[in-house]
Structure formats: structure tokens, C-alpha cells
């Protein structure tokens, strides 16, 4: 299997934790999104979303982090990432789905090259963007991890697709610095998590295209 990645990518990222949790043998094969690699025709014939990640699964080619992982976790079900068990099911993807939709789309790098770029935006008023959407997100994320009690992870007592969304989440807050302060439930399943082998692996710095 082959996986399209960038290092600094979110969605990269949660793909690449969970090939690790999943013990996946794969080669890695990275896509410069900051210089627009993702755009190149060959690359959009692969990928029509013209984004990172992507896999190529013997010749099936799917792009979109979320869709990858359901059909990770399907194709490969342990460790099980999306509970089978109904409402434990709906807690990991209700948090999943806050990060992945609500939050990471404001946020990523398109976007903000769009703010600079062409609203003309000054790097302070894209950064004060930055920090309120992260601080309007994180403020949910809190609570839904109050009502699920969460400690070492996000919804029971294992690893599960929320972790996978929430640890890339944390880091690029942090990266952009924001004050993350304010939410020890979320920063409490971050640091756990990255305590873990495959959380370790998967981060950027580890990566073959890693820059600083």
C-alpha cells in the first residue's frame, strides 16, 4: 500500500497514526503541498480532491483522511478504531467529526494562504483567525470530553479515531501558538496518546519530508 503524505498535514498525520496502531506495511510517499505538488495533473489524476493523504491499495486510490480510515479500519479491524458498540460509536465520531469538519477546514493551509494571498490579510489578523477558531473548537472538544468522561483517551478506556483526530489537532495549536491552557481534558489524552509507539511515529518531525 502506498500513502500520499505530507508531514506537516493534520490529515496526513491521522492517517499515518493509524497505519501505526494498525501495524500496516506501507511506503510513504510525500507531497509537498506547500509548493503546490498536490495541483500537478498527475497528482489530481489520482487524487481528484487534489489533496493529501491518499492511498493506492493495489490500485484502488482514495483520498479524504476520513474516508481512509473507515476503510482502514475495516479492511484491517484491529485495533478497532469505530466502535461497533452503538453509542460508544457515535461519541468518537460526534468528537471526530468536530475536529475533521468543524474545526481543521478553517484552518488549514489553502485557507490561509487564501486569507494572505488574495483578502490581502496581515500574518497578525491570520494568526488572530487562527487562535479563535481553535479556541471556539477546543472549548466544544472540552465538554464533549467532560460528558464522556474521558481520561487517557477520548471515549473509553482504548485508542479510537477521535485520538487519531484530536493528537494532530493539538499540535498544530500548538505550532501556532495557542493557549491551550484552558483545556486539560484535551491536552490530558494529547500527551497520553504521545506516549505511544505509533503517535510517536507518525508525528512530522519523524517524517522523510520533515523541514523545519
Known sequence: MDLYSFFNSSTSYRVRIVMGLKGIDHDLLPVNIRVMQQKEAAYVAKN???????????GFQLGQSMAIIDYLDSKFPEPRLIPQDLQARARVLEISNLISCDMHPLNNLRVLRYLVKEMEVSDEKKNEWYHHWIAEGFTSLEAMLVRTQSGQYCVGGQVSLADCCLVPQVANALRMGCDVSNYPRVMAVYEHCNTLPAFQQAAPAQQPDFQK
Do not use: E, T, Y
Open 48 to 58: 481528484p480532491g487534489a489533496g493529501v493523504p491518499l492511498i493506492d491499495d493495489d
